[in-house]
């Protein structure tokens, strides 16, 4: 009979594989890319194809419907290995598991997860999540797109922005109003619907020119009288911000190992660095000052990486249990914008050039302190829970 310890063992032995997959995979097939496809803000459809055949697209889909069915803690490790080599993929990959198939999982009918389930994990199909408006981001609940009952369809208006995978998902999950007398703000009358990218008068815009994880696309998605069957529903109605919410919990751990990932490749280039870099005839990494903010640097990218792994088993010592994902996200965000500063700073001029990779790397970790809750939405998610521990 096998022992608490060797399933543990086995576990653990299986974790570091699918990992060190991850690593080999993003170092040859991820890496050589990623300065390309940033200049050129360019979604990799093949290595995305090549992703989705080692299993990384039902990274949290049982087996039962063909997905990997990883523990939390050996997905997030998974994600923190590709961030590494390019955060934009990182970022699809995660709205795709963390969120999109998380939600379907969470809330979906038999029929729902029969249907949608098995291609997501083989990747057949990509999808997406889209709560967020041109007039309500962190507000969510003052979201304006409404869901009408028609018969027993529902006919979708509205105007939603910065999707991710906006122009390249085969399925969004899209939030919308559906009580008639429920008008916005108000969490209340949200609905959550599973809605196919190609359904007639469903129209993405052109990618956003952004700062930032240019290999992936964030588009804005205009519904207009958009026909979707009474199958389309997610959950209940009128509960669809309650799933959301629940679903950016688990996205949000997925964004903190996609800063551990960013800071972790900025802090291996500047240790590269100083030792090929010399002035006044000496290897900069001689010099105390250069040996400090590489400590520092060291010392947060560990913390970051303990805390989201202490979050994703729920066990942040002293810690509300609701306020764990914010936490590891808040921290692991700040980490990677600190340190990639620090990067560019220890590169000097050539820091500064797109020639050198610190330089995507400091852009890139901007927006983990923004998107999936910004930092201040973070604090104020702790601090809530901290006034009713
Ligand atoms: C690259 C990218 C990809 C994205 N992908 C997706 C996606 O796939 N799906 C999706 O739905 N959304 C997505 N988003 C949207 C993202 O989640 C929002 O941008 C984010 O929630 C912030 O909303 P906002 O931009 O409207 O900022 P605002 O809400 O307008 O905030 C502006 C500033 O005010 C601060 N602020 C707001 N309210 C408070 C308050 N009560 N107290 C203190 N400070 C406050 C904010 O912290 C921020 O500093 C994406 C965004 C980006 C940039």
Do not use: C
């Given at each position: 009979?096998?022992?608490?310890?060797?399933?543990?063992?086995?576990?653990?032995?299986?974790?570091?594989?699918?990992?060190a997959?991850?690593?080999?995979?993003?170092?040859?097939?991820?890496?050589?890319?990623?300065?390309?496809?940033?200049?050129?803000?360019?979604?990799?459809?093949?290595?995305m194809?090549?992703?989705?055949?080692?299993g990384?697209?039902?990274?949290?889909?049982?087996?039962?419907?063909?997905?990997l069915?990883l523990?939390?803690?050996t997905?997030?490790?998974?994600?923190?290995?590709i961030?590494?080599?390019?955060?934009?993929v990182?970022v699809?990959?995660?709205?795709?598991?963390?969120?999109?198939?998380?939600?379907?999982l969470a809330?979906?009918?038999?029929?729902?997860?029969?249907?949608?389930?098995?291609?997501?994990?083989?990747?057949?199909?990509?999808a997406?999540?889209?709560?967020?408006?041109p007039?309500?981001g962190?507000d969510?609940?003052?979201?304006?797109?409404?869901?009408?009952?028609?018969?027993?369809?529902w006919?979708?208006?509205?105007?939603?922005?910065?999707?991710?995978n906006?122009?390249?998902?085969?399925?969004?999950?899209?939030?919308?109003?559906?009580g008639?007398?429920?008008?916005?703000?108000?969490?209340?009358?949200?609905?959550?619907?599973?809605?196919?990218?190609?359904?007639?008068?469903?129209?993405?815009?052109k990618?956003?020119?952004?700062?930032g994880?240019?290999?992936?696309?964030?588009t804005?998605?205009?519904?207009?009288?958009?026909?979707?069957?009474?199958?389309?529903?997610?959950?209940?109605?009128?509960?669809?911000?309650?799933y959301?919410l629940?679903?950016?919990?688990?996205?949000?751990?997925?964004?903190?190992?996609?800063?551990v990932?960013i800071?972790?490749?900025?802090l291996?280039?500047?240790?590269?660095?100083?030792?090929e870099?010399?002035?006044?005839?000496?290897?900069?990494r001689?010099f105390?000052?250069?040996?400090?903010?590489?400590?520092?640097m060291?010392?947060?990218?560990?913390?970051a990486?303990?805390l989201l792994?202490?979050?994703?088993?729920?066990g942040?010592?002293?810690?509300?249990?609701?306020?764990?994902?914010?936490?590891?996200?808040?921290?692991?965000?700040?980490?990677?914008?600190?340190?990639?500063?620090?990067?560019?700073?220890i590169?000097?001029?050539?820091?500064?050039?797109r020639?050198y990779?610190?330089e995507?790397?400091?852009?890139?970790?901007?927006?983990?302190?923004?998107?999936?809750?910004?930092?201040?939405?973070?604090?104020?998610v702790?601090?809530?829970?901290?006034?009713n521990?």
């Amino acid at each position: 009979m096998n022992t608490a310890s060797d399933v543990l063992t086995h576990l653990e032995e299986q974790r570091a594989e699918v990992v060190a997959m991850a690593r080999d995979f993003a170092t040859r097939e991820i890496v050589p890319h990623a300065a390309e496809w940033d200049r050129e803000a360019r979604f990799p459809v093949e290595t995305m194809k090549r992703l989705a055949d080692l299993g990384f697209f039902g990274m949290l889909i049982p087996e039962e419907y063909d997905g990997l069915g990883l523990d939390l803690l050996t997905y997030l490790m998974v994600l923190e290995e590709i961030a590494v080599a390019d955060a934009g993929v990182a970022v699809s990959l995660s709205i795709h598991n963390s969120l999109a198939a998380g939600m379907i999982l969470a809330q979906g009918s038999d029929e729902q997860r029969s249907r949608w389930l098995k291609p997501m994990a083989r990747g057949d199909v990509l999808a997406a999540f889209s709560l967020s408006e041109p007039d309500s981001g962190s507000d969510a609940a003052s979201l304006s797109t409404r869901a009408e009952r028609s018969g027993t369809q529902w006919v979708l208006n509205g105007m939603k922005a910065w999707v991710t995978n906006g122009d390249v998902a085969d399925l969004i999950i899209v939030m919308a109003r559906s009580g008639v007398s429920d008008t916005p703000p108000g969490a209340r009358g949200i609905s959550a619907f599973l809605l196919p990218r190609r359904t007639p008068g469903v129209t993405p815009g052109k990618p956003e020119d952004k700062m930032g994880l240019r290999a992936s696309h964030t588009t804005t998605l205009a519904l207009t009288d958009v026909r979707l069957g009474a199958e389309a529903l997610l959950g209940k109605e009128g509960v669809g911000f309650a799933y959301a919410l629940a679903g950016l919990d688990r996205g949000r751990l997925g964004i903190a190992a996609q800063a551990v990932g960013i800071s972790r490749a900025a802090l291996d280039h500047a240790v590269r660095y100083v030792s090929e870099r010399k002035q006044f005839d000496t290897p900069i990494r001689e010099f105390q000052a250069i040996q400090f903010r590489l400590a520092d640097m060291a010392t947060r990218v560990a913390a970051a990486r303990s805390l989201l792994h202490e979050a994703a088993r729920g066990g942040v010592p002293n810690a509300p249990a609701n306020a764990q994902a914010s936490m590891a996200k808040l921290f692991a965000s700040e980490t990677a914008m600190w340190v990639t500063t620090h990067a560019v700073q220890i590169f000097g001029g050539y820091g500064y050039m797109r020639d050198y990779p610190v330089e995507r790397l400091f852009r890139d970790a901007k927006v983990t302190e923004i998107y999936e809750g910004t930092s201040e939405i973070q604090r104020m998610v702790i601090g809530r829970a901290l006034g009713n521990g």
